[in-house]
C-alpha cells in the first residue's frame, strides 16, 4: 500500500534537494501560499525521493516492509530474552497485523520504529543505564523525520515518573525496587536537558518543537469538524460501529488491548505493578482510543507492555516453584513446558505460514476489507497520473480544484509548484477556512448550481477558471453535477478521473469532449 500523500512527500524532496532549501511558507496551494509551513518530515522526504529515484516505487514498498519487519523485530527484541519465543512471536504476529492496516509509505512508518527503539532503551535503563545516551541524538533525527517525535518524549516522561516513584516506595506497594546500577538523578537530569536540546535542532527551531501541540490543539478544539471528514482521524468505536468485526485489524487491534489489559490484572493478582508500563499503556490507549491513526502506536506499545508483564509474571511463578522445592516435580514441569512450547511453537508456525499465503494469493485483501493486492507497482488506476499530466499540458489553468484532495498530492508531483492546488491533504497547512470554502465548492457543484464558479477561491484575480479534476471514485456527484453545466467540458477520462475546463478555454485549444465512458469503471 502506498497511499496517497507520498506524491507530494515525493515532490517535497526533489524541489528540498532542487532548490538546496527547505520550504518555510507552503509551495503547493493557491489558497494558503502565505500560510508557514513547518515541515518537520523533510528528512523522510529526503529519503522518499532518493528511494523513489533509485527504485521507483517498488523500492519504496519493499522500504515500507522493511521498516515494519524492523518495528516488530525491535518490539519483540525490547523485551528482552526472558520470555519464551512463542509468547513473544504470538504477541507480535497480532502487532504486525494491526500495523499492516495503515502500513502505507509515510513519514509515521519511521516513527513506529522509533518509538520501539525507544522503549527498548526504557526497558533496560535500569539495568544498563548508559543505553539513555542514546535517546538524544535518536530524538535528533526523530524530530527532523516526523511530528510524532513526542512520543518518545511521553514515553521517557512515563519512565522518569516511574524512577522517582519506585525510589520513594524503596521496595514498598508492590513496585520492583530499583537496581544498584540504576541512573542516577544527575543522569537522568543530564540526558532530560539533553532530549530538550534536541527537540530544538531541527529547521524550525522552537516552532518545530511546539509543532505537535499546535496538531494536537486543530485535532481537538476542532475534533468535531475534522473526525466526520478525514477517515482517519474517526475514532476506532465510530469504525465498530460501521462494519462491526470485518475488519481483521481493528480485531486484532481489540484483542491485543484486551490481553495487555489483562496482563495488569493478572499482575496486581501477584502483588506487583509497574508504573511506567501503566502510565504508557493509560497514555497511549487514550491516543489509539481518540483516532484511528493512532491505532499502530498504541498496538507497538501494546506489544511492548503485554510481554513485559508477562515476562515479569513467569518470573515470579518459576521464583516461587523453584523455593517449593522438589528437584523431580520440577523436572517434570520442565518436561511439561518444553511439550507445551514445541506445540504452540508449531501452531503458531502453521498459523504465520497461513497468513504469509493469504498475502501473497491476495486473499488476504478480502479478509482485511482493504482490498490489497501483493505485488511491489501500484494498484491499476488507482492514482490520476495520466489526468494530473494531462491538465499540466501548456496552456491549461495554473490553478487546479482537485477532488479527492488525496488525488491533489499527484497532481502536485507531475505539476507543482508552478501550478497550485487550492487545497490538499496537509492540514499542517491548510486552514479550516480553506477546507470549508473548499467543501461549499464541491457541494455547489454536486446540485449542478453554477453560482459554484463565483465562489471565493475559484477563479484568479483575472477571473480565469481553474482546472477541475474529479476522482471517478469518490467524487461522482460532482461529475454528474459539473456534467449540467454547458459552460464547462470534459476533455479527458479515464478509469481513475476526469479533466474539465471552462468551455471557452477548451475551444481555445481544440480540445474536444472526451468520452466519459471510462469513468463507469473505477477501480474497487
Known sequence: MMGFDIWWHIKTGQLILERQTLPLVDWFTYSDSEAAWVDLHWGFQLLAAATYAAGGVALLVLAKAALITGTVATGAFATGPKLD?????????????????????????????FLAAWLAVLLRADAR??????????????????????????????????????????????????????????????????????????PYFEEGALFPLVLFRKLSVDEAFYSVRVDEFTSPAAFFGQIGLRSLHLDCAALLWLLAAASFVWLAKCRRGSIFRSLLFVAFSYLGFKMIRNLSPAAVVSGV?????????????????????????????????????????????????????????????????????????????????????????????????????????????????????????????????????????????????????????????????????LDSRTARDEINGIFR??????????????????????????LPRADPTPLMHPPS
Open 305 to 469: 507492555v503485554l510481554c513485559a508483564n508477562l515476562s515479569e509474571i513467569f518470573q515470579l511463578r518459576n521464583g516461587d516453584t523453584a523455593s517449593a522445592g522438589a528437584e523431580h516435580a520440577s523436572g517434570q514441569r520442565h518436561n511439561r513446558e518444553n511439550a507445551k512450547q514445541r506445540r504452540c511453537s508449531i501452531a503458531l508456525s502453521v498459523v504465520l505460514f497461513g497468513l504469509a499465503a493469504s498475502h501473497f494469493s491476495g486473499h488476504w485483501g478480502r479478509l482485511t476489507g482493504l482490498g490489497d493486492h501483493f505485488g511491489l507497482g501500484e494498484t491499476t488506476a488507482w492514482y490520476s497520473h495520466d489526468a494530473a499530466k494531462f491538465a499540466g499540458q501548456p496552456g491549461f489553468p495554473d490553478r487546479a480544484i482537485v477532488a479527492s484532495f488525496g488525488q491533489a498530492a499527484v497532481y502536485e508531483f507531475h505539476n507543482g509548484p508552478t501550478r497550485r492546488v487550492m487545497m490538499d491533504g496537509r492540514l499542517e497547512v491548510c486552514t479550516r477556512e480553506t477546507f470549508e470554502a473548499y467543501e461549499s465548492i464541491l457541494r455547489k457543484m454536486a446540485q449542478g448550481d453554477p453560482v459554484w464558479q463565483q465562489l471565493p477561491g475559484v477563479a484568479d484575480a483575472q477571473g480565469r477558471l481553474p482546472v477541475i479534476i
Open 85 to 113: 519465543c512463542y509468547i513473544r512471536v504470538g504477541v507480535w504476529s497480532l502487532v504486525a497485523v494491526v500495523l499492516t492496516g495503515r502500513g502505507i509509505v509515510r513519514p509515521e512508518i519511521l516513527s513506529l520504529l
Open 485 to 510: 453545466l454547458p459552460e464547462w467540458r470534459i476533455v479527458f477520462a479515464d478509469s481513475a478521473a476526469a479533466v474539465f475546463i471552462a468551455s471557452e478555454l477548451a475551444n481555445q485549444l481544440g
Open 129 to 202: 543505564p548508559n543505553l539513555l545516551w542514546l535517546l538524544p541524538p535518536m530524538l535528533v533525527v526523530w524530530i527532523n523525520c516526523h511530528a510524532l517525535f513526542v512520543f518518545g518524549l511521553v514515553g521517557f516522561g512515563c519512565w522518569v515518573v516511574d524512577y522517582g516513584l519506585r525510589h520513594a516506595a524503596a521496595g514498598r506497594c508492590g513496585l520492583a525496587s530499583p537496581q544498584e546500577a540504576a541512573a542516577g538523578v544527575q543522569q537522568i537530569v543530564i540526558v532530560s536537558t539533553l532530549l530538550a536540546v534536541a527537540c530544538l535542532i531541527n
